[in-house]
């Protein structure tokens, strides 16, 4: 089974395959696929929760389908993302938080959207053996402070922030980094000064990785951002398939012999009457 260490040892020789799954299917789908890992994103919210940002999300909400992709793979390498104020109010409740991902749900490693304020926390995750992946760039449970999704690092500023906090975190032991929304040229300049992976979404092709979102992959989504590539079509084959049920039962074709039984042994029904 892979570890976070066969990720690590990845960067720089192979590409690295990430997509997110939250439920059984889609974790069967990925593990049959042979993806390198998988991410339960707090995207649950916006892909499957109805949410409208993931900000809502809980760690009830994560750790349940955290393990029911876990529960439904063998051995996916299973990355659990921690939602919004679940880590940052105080260790301890960070730690508890993140650790319940692993003992009681059976994450192999957890994601924090990441900052000045995750580097120690960070280094102590790691050092309570949880694997952390950092994030950086657009980090979307900052959407209030953003007033959006904009792209990040952008300016010569905002990009040497992002190149110093990513060292940062490969300092304190993250295996790997998430870069989400920055321009290609600056994911490129973090990719080449880091050796853990870069797992890029949104900032181009020198990533050691990518991910996408398993509804934006395969067509689910209603709508997905700009840098998603969609490659199936399955809500519309869904809506095909539902519409085609509906049909069939008001038709009255549906259940046909071969999806209905009868039995002799209920002998002459007209008795029970
Ligand atoms: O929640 C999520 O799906 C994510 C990925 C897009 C990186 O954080
Ligand atoms: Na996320």
Do not use: W
């Not at 690295?16 to 696929?33: F, G, N, Q, R, S």
């Not at 992709?69 to 880590?87: I, N």
């Not at 069939?248 to 002799?264: L, N, Q, R, Y």
Request: proline content about 5%; hydrophobic content about 40%; some cysteine.
């Amino acid at each position: 089974m892979a570890t976070v260490r066969d990720i690590r040892a990845k960067a720089g020789e192979e590409p690295i395959t990430m997509a997110t799954a939250y439920d059984a299917p889609a974790a069967e789908v990925l593990e049959a696929t042979g993806v390198d890992m998988t991410l339960v994103g707090d995207s649950l919210g916006n892909t499957t929760l109805g949410y409208e940002t993931t900000l809502s999300v809980t760690v009830e909400d994560m750790a349940r389908h955290v393990g029911a992709v876990v529960r439904s793979s063998e051995d996916l390498l299973v990355v659990a993302d921690m939602p919004f104020l679940s880590v940052g109010v105080s260790t301890e409740e960070s730690v508890r938080n993140a650790g319940r991902m692993l003992k009681e749900e059976g994450a192999d490693a957890v994601k924090l959207e990441s900052g000045p304020h995750t580097v120690e926390l960070t280094e102590r995750l790691v050092e309570l053996g949880i694997p952390v992946m950092a994030h950086l760039g657009l980090t979307p449970q900052r959407v209030n402070e953003y007033g959006g999704y904009p792209r990040q690092g952008t300016d010569l500023e905002g990009a040497e922030e992002i190149l110093e906090l990513a060292k940062a975190h490969e300092a304190a032991g993250a295996f790997s980094l998430v870069l989400e929304h920055v321009p290609s040229n600056l994911a490129s300049a973090v990719t080449e000064a880091l050796e853990i992976p870069t797992i890029g979404i949104g900032a181009g092709p020198d990533c050691d990785g990518q991910v996408l979102v398993f509804h934006d992959i395969v067509g689910l989504s209603e709508r997905s951002p700009p840098f998603a590539k969609q490659y199936g079509d399955v809500r519309e084959r869904m809506a095909e398939a539902m519409a085609a049920y509906v049909e069939e039962v008001e038709s009255g074709d549906f259940p046909g012999a071969e999806h209905s039984h009868e039995t002799e042994d209920l002998g002459d029904l007209d008795d029970l009457y």
